[in-house]
């Protein structure tokens, strides 16, 4: 059986550790863009450009931390590697997708009041939830689809994770970890196809609520010249969104009796079930749970980058990546090189840098990765024990 992480939340020391890291990334990246753009295209990379760049990978970042978060949840509690769980981030946009679509379903009707060039009155398309709540208050109801689908999506992604784990995954728990790869990786392709079957192939717009459309000035915020950092607002939700998921998570697993169990059991499944503690019930929940955080991922991307049936595979990818870098077993791991491995993508996505080397915004992720894991075998946080066959 295999040992997983001991402590889930982290010790004080390796967080401060982090956050020390963190610091001397942010003013160490600024030195090194600013020198090498200025050596390489003779621009001036300033503190704005900077902090714009930080603020465009926060967004990936953000999905990348969920994702990540998700995958150490089950890789910690159940011991299973599953590369399925993109196809979650997947069906969690593609019900912001159908939410707003049946939101805004529509009937005809005749207005009497208008008509066409030969007199006749016309016929207008009416959304049926203005039959059902009114104008103002449909009107409401079809531009806030988006936030709406949140509170459809958590039972649904609930189910979909109880079905995956009680239907297929419990079976792999103890198969070497190249028959769990094979076989969720499986699921996720028929997950992806099916998908592609019902909604087609081509990415479909769901669009932010009216409220959130537009952007913020950093530059005025931060005390610059005013349209120097503009930030579009739903991106500004999406990552304190991923930030309130992130803490309740965290929350959940630290202060709650049932977190409590569920971190003892993560340390040492044996003991706690000599106990009489039913740990498989608690870890099938869980990954319900990580199912939801997966799923409410893909919804507040939805508006960021239109969903198409291949999203759940191009994120999986990289957040095993950020899994691995984080430390395999580290929640807090997982969450840190999210956010660090999107801002270091969107870095590399700077056109002078990419006129310097072609395709890095490309391969930077992989680099930092294997950078990483020769100097930390264990990634960022990851301790000895996480994983011992």
Do not use: C
Request: hydrophobic share 55%; charged share 10%; glycine share 10%.
């Amino acid at each position: 059986m295999s040992t997983y992480v001991e402590n889930p939340s982290g010790t004080l020391k390796s967080t401060f550790l982090t956050l020390a890291f963190l610091f001397a990334a942010f003013w160490g990246s600024f030195l090194i863009l600013r020198t090498v753009i200025g050596f390489s295209s003779g621009d001036n990379f300033s503190i704005q450009q900077y902090i714009l760049q930080i603020l465009n990978g926060l967004d990936k970042g953000s999905a990348y931390a969920l994702i990540a978060l998700g995958l150490t949840l089950i890789f910690g509690t159940l011991g299973v590697v599953n590369f399925a769980h993109g196809a979650l981030f997947m069906l969690g946009a593609f019900v912001a997708v159908t939410v707003s679509n049946l939101l805004s379903l529509s009937h005809k009707v005749v207005d009497e009041t208008r008509t066409d060039f030969l007199g006749n009155p016309l016929q207008v398309e009416v959304p049926y939830m203005y039959d059902l709540f009114g104008q103002a208050a449909g009107d409401v109801i079809i531009d806030w689809a988006v936030p709406i689908s949140i509170i459809i999506a958590i039972p649904i992604m609930v189910a979909i994770g109880f079905i995956m784990e009680r239907g297929l995954i419990k079976y792999f728990y103890k198969r070497p970890h190249a028959d769990q790869i094979l076989v969720t990786f499986g699921l996720a392709i028929v997950i992806q196809e099916i998908v592609k079957y019902f909604y087609g192939a081509n990415p479909i717009p769901t669009p932010a609520p009216d409220a959130f459309v537009g952007s913020f000035d950093f530059g005025i915020a931060l005390g610059f010249q005013a349209n120097e950092i503009i930030y579009p607002y739903w991106r500004l939700v999406y990552f304190f969104f991923s930030v309130v998921i992130i803490g309740a998570v965290f929350a959940f697993l630290q202060f709650t009796t049932f977190g409590m169990v569920v971190r003892a059991g993560m340390a040492d499944r044996e003991t706690v079930g000599i106990l009489g503690i039913n740990i498989d019930k608690r870890f099938t929940i869980m990954f319900g749970i990580a199912a939801a955080v997966a799923g409410l991922a893909g919804v507040m991307y939805a508006p960021i980058n239109s969903p198409n049936y291949h999203m759940g595979m191009d994120f999986l990818v990289l957040s095993f990546v950020v899994v691995v870098v984080g430390g395999m077993g580290s929640l807090p791991g997982a969450v840190a090189a999210g956010f660090l491995l999107g801002i270091l993508e969107s870095f590399a996505s700077i056109s002078q840098v990419i006129d310097m080397i072609p395709g890095i915004n490309q391969i930077i992720i992989y680099l930092v990765a294997i950078i990483i894991l020769l100097t930390r075998p264990r990634g960022l946080m990851g301790r000895k024990g996480v994983m011992e066959e």
